[in-house]
């Protein structure tokens, strides 16, 4: 990852990314239209040859002028080449039209995020989410994630699920090396990581400890699946304090739960869990560390989507630095047994044990 503690770039070349900054909604909603309008692929398709604007008003049934207004600025952004008369896909329009990330971060950003954001100056000032009226009428997202706008929801969960699930198989190995025969998934939000671990091994029963409506969902998904008799529901409210947690785990598990809290919130979380757990059980914290990614667009993307969640998720959560967050642990009256960076695209597994 650069380095951040140096001003490297010219005053020349900061007034022209000064410019990119003032115009980034605009840029962003271009690549976007140029997407969805299917004009990047239709340069796709046509390869090095390339199509003039003519041509890709046929073939994409966008009149030319559209097709005009929106490659001179993706010219300027970037996205696409051009060579009199003929434009050509450049190599950030190929990743906006096929890479993976980008389309479920660009997604994510137009469909929950882009409304929201306006309200960003209010959510510092106040701690609260204030940009989530834009989607409806709750104190925290969470509370209405079954109940998100149909195009929000879908966007929320192909997000979330993008950077998760690709973990999957090494989390399962180091999991079940130790042959658990219950495990507690605090946070299982729709249940994935539980189908996971009851289709990896026969003999063990997931509880999801979440909020009543998560639950209601979970259970839904995994009755679908055929574990309604291994997948159990808990309803638990992390935000109450005086809520306990049950007890009879072998492993509990967190996974992408804890960023969604405020360090004292993290810390009362896991004070409970400490408090809950048999001496033996281990915990398994699932996380992603702006500070530990190998690559700049990963902390960069981590740090924009810290903002989700100032502006929409709580008002008062984060993805965090890595030490900061295990200074929490610490103090909650855990020890890290080990810590396992660069998991899939850019998870850390923190395996605890009480101290």
């Known amino acids: 990852m650069n380095s951040f503690d140096v001003d490297t770039i010219s005053a020349f070349d900061a007034k ?3 410019q ?3 115009f980034a909604p605009i840029v962003f909603h271009t690549a976007r239209t140029l997407r969805d309008l299917g004009i990047l692929k239709a340069l796709d398709d046509a390869g090095a040859e390339g199509l003039d604007a003519v041509h890709l008003s046929e073939v994409t049934g966008v009149s030319e002028y559209g ?3 929106l490659l001179d600025m993706a010219l300027c952004a970037k996205l696409v080449t051009w060579h009199e008369p003929q434009y050509r896909i450049a190599k950030i329009g190929h990743f906006v039209l096929h890479d993976g990330m980008t389309r479920a971060n660009m997604d994510f950003t137009a469909d929950v995020c882009y409304a929201a954001m306006a309200h960003l100056t209010d959510a510092i000032k106040e701690g609260k989410p204030a940009g989530l009226k834009e989607l409806g009428e709750w104190s925290t997202i969470y509370e209405g994630l079954s109940e998100l706008p149909e195009k929000a929801k879908e ?3 192909q997000f979330d ?4 699930d690709r973990s999957f198989p090494l989390l399962l190995k180091k999991v079940f090396a130790r042959s658990p025969k219950k495990i507690f998934d605090i946070g299982g939000n729709t249940g994935k990581w539980a ?9 063990v029963d997931v509880t999801i400890i979440d909020l009543p409506k998560q639950i209601d969902m979970a259970l839904e998904n995994a009755k679908q699946q055929g574990f309604e008799g291994r997948i159990h529901g808990h309803p638990f409210d992390a935000l109450n304090a005086s809520l306990a947690l049950p007890q ?4 509990w598990w967190m996974s992408q739960f804890l960023d969604c809290f405020s360090p004292m919130e993290i810390l009362s979380i896991l004070r409970r869990v400490r408090q809950a757990m048999a001496p033996d059980a281990v915990v398994y914290i699932l996380e992603l560390f702006w500070d530990a990614q190998k690559y700049e667009a990963a902390s960069y993307s981590l740090n924009a989507t810290s903002l989700y969640f100032t502006c929409l998720a709580n008002g008062n959560s984060r993805f965090y630095r890595c030490n900061e967050f295990l200074q929490i642990v610490e103090e909650a009256g855990f020890d890290v047994v080990e810590q396992t960076d660069n998991i899939g695209l850019g998870h850390t597994l923190l395996e605890l044990k009480a101290r």
């Not at 699920?161 to 998760?164: E, K, P």
């Not at 996971?196 to 026969?202: F, N, R």
């Not at 009879?248 to 492993?251: E, H, L, P, Q, R």
């Open 248 to 251: 009879g785990a072998d492993v």
């Open 20 to 22: 990119k900054l003032a």
């Open 195 to 203: 189908m996971q671990c009851c289709h990896h091994d026969d003999n």
């Open 16 to 18: 022209t990314e000064a």
């Open 155 to 157: 966007s929320w969960f």
């Open 67 to 69: 097709v005009k207004v």
């Open 161 to 164: 699920h993008f950077y998760s």
